[in-house]
């Protein structure tokens, strides 16, 4: 049987890793229901939106939590079959079930309230120096304030939006980069796509502020313009941004 050249796996921790979290708020079922209306309205969207669904998405949850979260996500629509929420206990199987028919497997890592542009997967398939290359960067992007509304461009050197691409045979074996954090991946051998690639969400009170001050300079007042650069995130469907920033608001 012939191999096919690349298999994309989008990984996307839910609740069974988050930072700072020291008295693990994210196993409640409060915290689970918050982010589950970010991560459908937000994430979920993006990934149904790419022009290319040639991908899967691994969304993990803490294996103790599975109760929660599948109560959860009875609210919503059944996501696309390329979609998968799983227990992080079956993340090794699941990415070697899903590299193991390619040469490559190109491993994307998103948080589980960001997005990428409607056209990033399509990129990931044209990108054709897999043998050389250990890793694809998004520099440039933006961050959207759902609760006030605010767009604003943002760059960074080496910023947790990255694809690892590794050849299949040495995933299998169990080689793995050795990494320290996004700050890290700038170092290894990569490729900069310099398409703006990705959207961070403010979606807390808390973070608004921070928005502000680091954000003001690179503000997209126009109207037009930053409704248009939300559909290609988004899709048509924005009236649930002002609907969730409500929600967010309400909930801080």
């Known amino acids: 049987m012939s191999l096919r050249e690349k298999?994309?796996?989008?990984?996307?921790?839910?609740?069974?890793?988050?930072?700072?979290?020291?008295?693990?708020?994210?196993?409640?079922?409060?915290?689970?229901?918050?982010?589950?209306?970010?991560?459908m309205s937000f994430t979920?969207?993006?990934?149904?939106?790419q022009t290319n669904q040639d991908f899967t998405a691994l969304v993990q949850y803490d294996d103790h939590t599975e109760h929660l979260v599948k109560k959860a996500m009875r609210k919503y629509k059944r996501l696309p079959s390329n979609i998968k929420m799983i227990p992080h206990s079956e993340l090794k199987m699941q990415f070697e079930?899903?590299?193991?028919?390619?040469?490559?497997?190109?491993?994307?890592?998103?948080?589980s309230d960001d997005l990428y542009h409607e056209t990033f997967i399509q990129q990931l398939h044209d990108f054709q120096d897999s043998e050389n290359i250990n890793v694809v960067i998004n520099q440039k992007g933006y961050v959207y304030d759902a609760i006030q509304d605010r767009l604003a461009t943002v760059s960074f050197k080496s910023p947790p939006f990255y694809t690892l691409i590794y050849k299949t045979e040495d995933f299998l074996n169990g080689f793995r980069y050795e990494m320290k954090g996004h700050r890290s991946i700038i170092e290894m051998p990569h490729h900069i796509l310099n398409n703006r690639n990705y959207t961070i969400i403010v979606h807390a009170q808390n973070t608004s502020t921070t928005f502000k001050e680091k954000y003001e300079k690179g503000m997209i007042q126009?109207?037009?313009?930053?409704?248009?650069?939300?559909?290609?995130?988004l899709g048509e469907g924005r009236d649930r941004l002002n609907v969730l920033g409500k929600f967010m608001n309400k909930l801080s």
């Open 7 to 39: 298999n994309i796996v989008v990984d996307i921790a839910f609740n069974n890793w988050a930072l700072n979290d020291t008295e693990n708020q994210r196993w409640t079922k409060e915290w689970i229901e918050r982010r589950m209306e970010i991560f």
């Open 222 to 233: 126009d109207t037009s313009e930053k409704n248009r650069v939300l559909n290609e995130f």
């Open 97 to 111: 079930n899903h590299v193991r028919d390619a040469k490559f497997g190109y491993f994307v890592r998103l948080d």
């Open 44 to 49: 979920a969207k993006s990934l149904e939106n």
